[in-house]
């Protein structure tokens, strides 16, 4: 949670901020009344600051449906009365206030303007907050205008969400920056819903606010170019879409159930207890626990920054697999990640490492990997815009994503040798491999890739 300076003291605006998703979430008040804007799925923290200042939560604001996380505006209206506002054209089906051009919310001393900004999804809207002069003091550009970039127009194009073509709705946000959010005030706070990581763009900066004024000057996307430049430069080295977020946008559009009800839903098994045969087993341990002893056919997913994206960039939304960890406390922070993409749901179970781990991985030898590389088949699965610069010569790229489908696309006539970019996702993708693969030798680089890089062969 980070505090963001106010011009005067009629109104605080607070800024939640998740890094595992690079989610940024609002909290506004003005006098006793607060407004929350894009909430995360644990809705406890909002909770907290309008106790904190003796406050109520009266509205509830969505700029749209998001893709990348599970939203709990439903739940914090049932919880307080708050209303919720959303543009008509999302057709959600819980219980709103639209909220589109021209209409508005008043929140103590100030109000809440909707501005209509379609782009990065059709039913995007932008919230200006004016002060009782009636003057712009912000913007919340949810995933329309990032610091540094714009929203991806690209992840509504399934028929599951909307059918619309990537270069239909970028043509929609070059007009949406052009005629609407540039036109405001030089001057003008910038408060968007996602920062450096978010998959909803592609350079996003580190900074988590800034103004209008600035975006003009440095931002790639509001340069003077033409519509059909715009697109061509938008659509270009977009990364990758994980698997949850269509999933994820539906899930939103109909209200999530509740958070902590949802956490303990999830059963919790013995570590003895049989599993069921074909479900998935995701070990969240650390990648040298899980090479000295895990589970047969296990994918090792280790808990860390990333967790969510990566669970739901491997496993499909309809994918059922068991969670396991090392204690208590680590299972209950997996499970609320995994809550946090709306997967919840799909666990059969919760575990603690059992006794018996029958499978280990093998050691690669550093030094031939160095001196040798041709005596392995060298899968590099990272994305495809970093392994345009290859660590090795003649490396089979399969982003992690990826992985599970085509593994057995994998030669296996020498041993195989797995590496990303730092070892977080070659834990993974080498677990990955080894289940699709059982009669191959399979290898984790891991970190030391980075002792690679400066000996390309």
Same mark, same amino acid.
């Not at 550009?141 to 509504?156: A, H, K, W, Y």
């Not at 010569?393 to 590496?419: C, G, Q, S, W, Y």
């Given at each position: 949670?980070?505090?963001?300076?106010?011009?005067?003291?009629?109104?605080?605006?607070?800024?939640?901020?998740?890094?595992?998703?690079?989610?940024?979430?609002?909290?506004?008040?003005?006098?006793?009344?607060?407004?929350?804007?894009?909430?995360?799925?644990?809705?406890?923290?909002?909770?907290?600051?309008?106790?904190?200042?003796?406050?109520?939560?009266?509205?509830?604001?969505?700029?749209?449906?998001?893709?990348?996380?599970?939203?709990?505006?439903?739940?914090?209206?049932?919880?307080?009365?708050?209303?919720?506002?959303?543009?008509?054209?999302?057709?959600?089906?819980?219980?709103?206030?639209?909220?589109?051009?021209?209409?508005?919310?008043?929140?103590?001393?100030?109000?809440?303007?909707?501005?209509?900004?379609?782009?990065?999804?059709?039913?995007?809207?932008?919230?200006?907050?004016?002060?009782?002069?009636?003057?712009?003091?912000?913007?919340?550009?949810?995933?329309?205008?990032?610091?540094?970039?714009?929203?991806?127009?690209?992840?509504?194009?399934?028929?599951?969400?909307?059918?619309?073509?990537?270069?239909?709705?970028?043509?929609?946000?070059?007009?949406?920056?052009?005629?609407?959010?540039?036109?405001?005030?030089?001057?003008?706070?910038?408060?968007?819903?996602?920062?450096?990581?978010?998959?909803?763009?592609?350079?996003?900066?580190?900074?988590?606010?800034?103004?209008?004024?600035?975006?003009?000057?440095?931002?790639?996307?509001?340069?003077?170019?033409?519509?059909?430049?715009?697109?061509?430069?938008?659509?270009?080295?977009?990364?990758?879409?994980?698997?949850?977020?269509?999933?994820?946008?539906?899930?939103?559009?109909?209200?999530?159930?509740?958070?902590?009800?949802?956490?303990?839903?999830?059963?919790?098994?013995?570590?003895? @207890?049989?599993?069921?045969?074909?479900?998935?087993?995701?070990?969240?341990?650390? @990648?040298?626990?899980?090479?000295?002893?895990?589970?047969?056919?296990?994918?090792?997913?280790?808990?860390?920054?990333?967790?969510?994206?990566?669970?739901?960039?491997?496993?499909?939304?309809?994918?059922?697999?068991?969670?396991?960890?090392?204690?208590?406390?680590?299972?209950?922070?997996?499970?609320?990640?995994?809550?946090?993409?709306?997967?919840?749901?799909?666990?059969?179970?919760?575990?603690?490492?059992?006794?018996?781990?029958?499978?280990?991985?093998?050691?690669?030898?550093?030094?031939?990997?160095?001196?040798?590389?041709?005596?392995?088949?060298?899968?590099?699965?990272?994305?495809?815009?970093?392994?345009?610069?290859?660590?090795?010569?003649?490396?089979?790229?399969?982003?992690?994503?990826?992985?599970?489908?085509?593994?057995?696309?994998?030669?296996?006539?020498?041993?195989?040798?797995?590496?990303?970019?730092?070892?977080?996702?070659?834990?993974?993708?080498?677990?990955?491999?080894?289940?699709?693969?059982?009669?191959?030798?399979?290898?984790?680089?891991?970190?030391?890739?980075?002792?690679?890089?400066?000996?390309?062969?």
């Amino acid at each position: 949670m980070s505090p963001l300076p106010s011009s005067t003291g009629s109104v605080q605006i607070q800024q939640f901020y998740d890094k595992g998703l690079a989610h940024a979430s609002y909290a506004i008040r003005s006098g006793r009344q607060v407004a929350i804007i894009d909430p995360a799925r644990d809705p406890q923290p909002y909770y907290d600051f309008a106790d904190e200042h003796d406050a109520q939560i009266v509205a509830v604001i969505e700029t749209h449906p998001h893709a990348d996380f599970v939203s709990s505006h439903l739940e914090i209206s049932q919880e307080t009365g708050a209303t919720i506002y959303v543009s008509k054209l999302v057709k959600a089906t819980y219980p709103h206030d639209t909220f589109d051009d021209g209409d508005r919310i008043t929140l103590g001393a100030m109000e809440l303007h909707a501005l209509n900004t379609p782009g990065h999804s059709p039913d995007s809207i932008s919230v200006l907050l004016m002060d009782e002069l009636a003057q712009t003091r912000a913007v919340f550009t949810g995933d329309t205008l990032f610091v540094g970039d714009v929203g991806r127009p690209d992840l509504r194009e399934s028929d599951l969400v909307g059918g619309h073509s990537r270069e239909a709705l970028a043509a929609q946000l070059y007009h949406s920056t052009r005629e609407k959010l540039m036109t405001l005030p030089a001057t003008t706070k910038v408060y968007p819903a996602h920062g450096p990581g978010s998959l909803c763009g592609k350079t996003t900066s580190t900074d988590l606010d800034s103004t209008i004024g600035k975006e003009v000057k440095t931002n790639y996307a509001l340069q003077p170019m033409s519509e059909a430049e715009f697109i061509k430069v938008l659509l270009e080295d977009q990364p990758f879409m994980p698997k949850y977020f269509g999933h994820d946008v539906v899930l939103n559009r109909l209200g999530a159930l509740p958070f902590e009800d949802s956490v303990r839903a999830v059963p919790r098994l013995f570590p003895d @207890a049989e599993l069921e045969p074909g479900v998935l087993l995701i070990d969240t341990r650390p @990648a040298a626990e899980f090479r000295a002893g895990h589970l047969p056919g296990a994918i090792n997913l280790m808990d860390g920054g990333k967790f969510e994206t990566w669970l739901g960039s491997i496993i499909g939304p309809q994918e059922p697999f068991y969670l396991l960890a090392d204690s208590q406390i680590a299972l209950d922070t997996v499970i609320r990640k995994t809550a946090k993409i709306g997967y919840e749901g799909n666990v059969r179970g919760a575990i603690l490492t059992p006794r018996e781990m029958p499978a280990t991985s093998p050691a690669v030898e550093v030094e031939q990997v160095r001196q040798q590389p041709q005596d392995f088949t060298i899968v590099d699965i990272r994305n495809r815009t970093e392994a345009q610069q290859p660590v090795f010569d003649n490396a089979l790229v399969i982003p992690l994503p990826e992985l599970r489908e085509r593994a057995h696309e994998i030669p296996t006539d020498k041993p195989v040798l797995v590496h990303c970019a730092g070892g977080y996702r070659s834990a993974a993708g080498t677990s990955i491999v080894q289940a699709a693969l059982p009669g191959a030798t399979v290898y984790d680089l891991g970190e030391a890739i980075t002792q690679m890089t400066p000996i390309l062969h």
